[in-house]
């Protein structure tokens, strides 16, 4: 709606303004404008950025417990088991960077 009151404040100074100063304000407008989609823009890659990170980790936590699933019985007998290093598998086998190369096309500005 932030635009729609822009299109409304240009109409406005247009409608009040002589054939000759309708330039500048034209393009005073247009910096503002441009400079609002701008911002919009980081706004979106920030949010991009954040959704991406809830992706991979949904994606490396439903890797995880499927392999918990799977181990069951096996993972309790196996304590000593070094648990960093089976979450970097998990994270590493998890999908996740092809998921996610899918996703973001549809995702990000074009």
Same mark, same amino acid.
């Given at each position: ?65 499927? $392999?918990?699933? !799977?181990?069951? &019985?096996?993972?309790?007998? =196996? #304590? $000593?088991?070094? !648990?960093?290093? &089976?979450?970097?598998?998990? =994270? #590493? ?18």
């Amino acid at each position: 709606n932030e635009m729609r009151g822009e299109i409304n404040r240009i109409n406005q100074a247009l409608h009040n303004t002589n054939a000759r100063g309708k330039t500048p304000i034209v393009r005073d407008w247009i910096r503002s404008v441009i400079s609002q989609i701008d911002h919009y823009k980081t706004e979106h890659r920030s949010l991009l950025k954040e959704a991406t990170s809830m992706l991979e980790l949904a994606l490396w936590k439903a890797k995880i417990g499927e $392999k918990e699933e !799977i181990l069951g &019985e096996v993972k309790a007998k =196996r #304590v $000593k088991m070094d !648990i960093q290093s &089976e979450r970097n598998e998990r =994270r #590493v086998t998890s999908g996740a960077n092809i998921v996610i190369k899918n996703v973001l096309p549809f995702l990000e500005l074009v």
